[in-house]
């Protein structure tokens, strides 16, 4: 009785989506659509949809079979229901009903539109799964589209991660009150001769007079302490690096391709090449720093396309000023740890942080 009683529940609630906008994905098939018609009986439920031919969805793929109209169906012991998502295990289509998340794929697919079939699916898949995970359904801008993460220097304190970089999840990270540090840079300290040997020792004003006439003349804005850091070659040598890490801006500005808003200007590398870190500027001119293994001012590897270059960008600081900060204080804690150097006060409180927050993060998995 009990199960009888849900199943006729579930069969009204289903019947409330009739005429609802929705998004349809099943493989490489997604479809801005309207549902026409639900039909359920004791056996599952019958749905018919009408594709909308919204701009950058993949409908192309049933269109010569089957029209503008699709009709899926799925038993009761298959049928998953939420009330913005239903999914069909084994049969494997899925559709999405929260309208911020509906609005949201539409606006994100019309800037997609000129890639292919298979990179507008992975593109819309991407967006939706970011989309979820984000509680800002009604605004999601583009700095949303890219996972998150801060990638630390590793086999040392504080992290002591295996290899030579790992990534930590921002909850975990000792948090940064960015007005206390000026977005002058005073507040670095000059080095000394015992951490000479660290610095960076870079001077690229000659170098950013070029790319600062560049982003101009693309509409883009760089953001103040971007500008003054890398226009003052004393700034730049104030900074040490574990790693041989070294400063270098990108010979051009890229520009995220299919319509969609966003540009990166890569300003540091890793001395092997193994990580790259730029300024992510959207379509707003607001700006965070971004990190992946790729090069994407250059077409190394060939063959490899700048769209699958961007599957592997992850947005590793909320600012530029707050990205110098971390990056310098956890250099110093690992050259320090490692060489038996004095350390600052705060170099201390920022390693009792993170093991604070690591032992918070390891009780919680286990409880």
Known sequence: MKQEKNIDELKIKVKSKE??????????????????????????????????DSKGFTGEIMRDQEGRTMNVSASWEVFSYSPNKWGASYIGWTIYFNPGLVETTCRYAEKIVNLDTRERSWSLKKCISLTQRSSLLSNVTNKFLFPEGWIPAGMGEPWDIFGTYGRIP????????????????????????????????????????????????????????????????????????????????????????????????RFMNDSQGVMHWYLYIDGENNHRVAATNWMLDS?????????????????????????????????????????????????????????????????????
């Open 170 to 265: 921002f909850n975990l990270l000792p948090p940064v009150d960015t007005s206390s540090y000026d977005n002058e840079f005073e507040w670095l300290p000059e080095l000394d001769e015992k951490w000479e040997k660290f610095a960076m020792m870079e001077d690229l004003g000659k170098t950013f007079d070029s790319l600062r006439d560049s982003a101009k003349s693309n509409g883009i804005v760089l953001p103040k302490p971007f500008l003054i850091f890398f226009e003052s070659p004393y700034h730049q040598n104030c900074m040490i690096s574990v790693t041989d890490c070294y400063f270098e801006l990108s010979d051009q500005i890229v520009e995220i391709p299919g319509g969609q808003s966003g540009f990166f200007i």
């Open 19 to 52: 005429g609802k906008q929705c998004i349809y994905v099943e493989r490489d098939l997604l479809v801005h659509s309207i549902i026409d018609n639900i039909e359920s009986s004791d056996w599952g439920v019958r749905i018919k949809l009408s594709d909308l």
């Open 299 to 367: 077409e190394y590897p060939i063959g490899k396309s700048l769209e699958s270059k961007l599957e592997d960008v992850i947005i590793c600081s909320n600012s530029f000023v707050e990205f110098i900060y971390r990056f310098w204080i956890e250099n110093k804690i690992w050259i320090s740890g490692t060489y038996k150097l004095p350390r600052l006060k705060e170099e201390t409180e920022y390693i009792k942080e993170v093991k604070k927050r690591a032992k918070k993060y390891s009780d919680e998995k286990e409880g």
